[in-house]
C-alpha cells in the first residue's frame, strides 16, 4: 500500500538534546512538507521541499533543521534552539506537477521534551 | 496577514441530521480551497480541492461549494453517520504561491460529533 510513515508515534526528550522525526512516502511524490500543530492553532509549515536536494523555510523553521538527499525520504532535526518544541508533528507529500495539489499525510509524532 | 476562519468551531448532532459549516477567507488572490477530514487517531485525508468560483464537489454524502468572489466555502453532510465524526480542516492557496506548490493557509477546523 502506497502512503507515509513516520516514526515514532511517541517521542521523548530532554531539553537540550536534538531529536530527528523520520518521514517517508512511497507515493513518488516530489514534494513534502513538515508542519506542526499546537492546541488552538491551525496548521503551520516548519519546512518543505519541492525536490530532492532542495527544501525552503516555511512560517516557523527556526530551531528546526531537514535535508532532502532521496526522495523517499524528509526527516526532521528538532534542534535545541528550538524553544518550545513540545508538540504534534505531522509530515505530508504531494505530486508537485499535480492540478490538484492535495496533500497526503502521515500519521505523526508527539513529541514531549522536558 | 491571510487568516482562514472556520465556523463553528464544534458542531454536535443526531444522526441521520444533515449538516454544514462554513469556511471564510480573504477572496482576493484566490488560487485553490482544500477540505480535509481528520478523524481522531488517524491522518488528515483529502476531501476536495477547489478552484474554480461557484465549483461544486460531491463526494458520497459529503458536498462543497465555492463562492471566489465573497471569500467562502460551505461543506454540507447529508444524513450524518456516527463515522462522519471528525474534525473538518479547510486550508487555502493564494495565487501569490501557485506555481510553487508549497504553501496552504489552514483554518482552525470545525470538530463535529455525531451521536448515534
Sequence with gaps: DGGITQSPKYLFRKEGQNVTLSCEQNLNHDAMYWYRQDPGQGLRLIYYSQIVNDFQKGDIAEGYSVSREKKESFPLTVTSAQKNPTAFYLCASSRTTSETYEQYFGPGTRLTVT | ?116
Design chain 2, 1 to 116: 496577514i491571510l487568516n482562514v476562519e472556520q465556523s463553528p468551531q464544534s458542531l454536535h448532532v443526531q444522526e441521520g441530521d444533515s449538516t454544514n459549516f462554513t469556511c471564510s477567507f480573504p477572496s482576493s488572490n484566490f488560487y485553490a480551497l482544500h477540505w480535509y477530514r481528520w478523524e481522531t487517531a488517524k491522518s488528515p485525508e483529502a476531501l476536495f480541492v477547489m478552484t474554480l468560483n461557484g465549483d461544486e464537489k460531491k463526494k458520497g454524502r459529503i458536498s462543497a461549494t465555492l463562492n471566489t468572489k465573497e471569500g467562502y466555502s460551505y461543506l454540507y453532510i447529508k444524513g450524518s453517520q456516527p463515522e462522519d465524526s471528525a474534525t473538518y480542516l479547510c486550508a487555502l492557496k493564494t495565487s501569490t504561491d501557485a506555481g510553487n506548490n508549497r504553501k496552504l493557509i489552514w483554518g482552525l477546523g470545525t470538530s463535529l460529533a455525531v451521536n448515534p
